[in-house]
């Protein structure tokens, strides 16, 4: 094949990827998978598209096989391929945060306000080893039982009402959820905070764990 044929191929094929890529929703399903495998239908309501059009993405994904499924019965799980697509896909991330100042405006309006900390994964890392802290995953428990930080107790943000009892008052309340954008964490801080906790957040999630950003992962 001659240098020019070569290249037009090849990078036909890098393309595929781009192409793959270039759609909100399908980086919102990546964003999902890499929580943790779903079937469609889950995953359609995780992402609120119909399954129709959710099916349609995962097809797309899976032509540039950055998404792998199997059947389970009458069901079809799909997964991210494996943790290279997990680390393309929070290289583009990264990437878009250091680039867009949209992406940084977005992320600081999910701010608390005075008095908000957020705490590193070094500090979260030393606070849940010394005892100082209770780490909360406030991720669905389909996401927890897949993989969570080691000595972090589940409790999905819709039953943290419900369990503020079982949570110790002298000790700080570290939520985590998906990471650097999702809101759950957030919103966890703020229940905790109105019921008298100290309560602060850290914004690494399993994702970045699992990536090797963060030690401490519990695979």
């Known amino acids: 094949m001659a240098d020019r044929d070569f290249k037009q191929a090849l990078y036909r094929e890098f393309a595929r990827i781009g192409a793959a890529l270039a759609s909100d929703r399908r980086l919102e399903i ?6 943790a495998p779903r079937h ?12 129709a059009n959710t099916s349609q993405h995962l097809q797309v994904l899976k032509d540039a096989r950055l998404v792998a499924s199997e059947r389970e019965g009458n069901r079809v799980l799909y997964r991210l391929a494996d943790d290279a697509v997990l680390r393309l896909w929070l290289d583009l991330r990264d990437v878009a945060a250091s680039r867009l100042a949209d992406v940084r405006v977005l992320a ?3 701010s608390l306000g005075p008095g908000e900390e957020v705490v590193s994964a070094g500090e979260l890392e030393r606070l849940r080893i010394s005892g100082a802290a209770v780490v909360i995953d406030v991720r669905p428990r389909l996401e927890y039982e897949h993989g969570h930080l080691e000595g972090a107790v589940s409790i999905p943000l819709e039953d943290l009402p419900a369990q503020l009892t079982d949570l110790p008052r002298d000790r700080r309340i570290i939520a985590y959820c998906r990471g650097a954008y999702c809101t759950f ?19 690494d999630g399993w994702a970045e764990w699992r990536a090797g950003d963060v030690a401490g992962g519990d695979r």
């Open 108 to 110: 600081e309006s999910r």
């Open 30 to 35: 990546l964003d999902v998978l890499a929580q």
């Open 185 to 203: 964490a957030a919103e966890a801080v703020l229940t905790l905070r109105a019921h008298g906790f100290d309560a602060a957040r850290t914004d």
């Open 40 to 51: 469609v239908e889950a995953l359609a309501s995780e992402v609120d598209m119909s399954v």
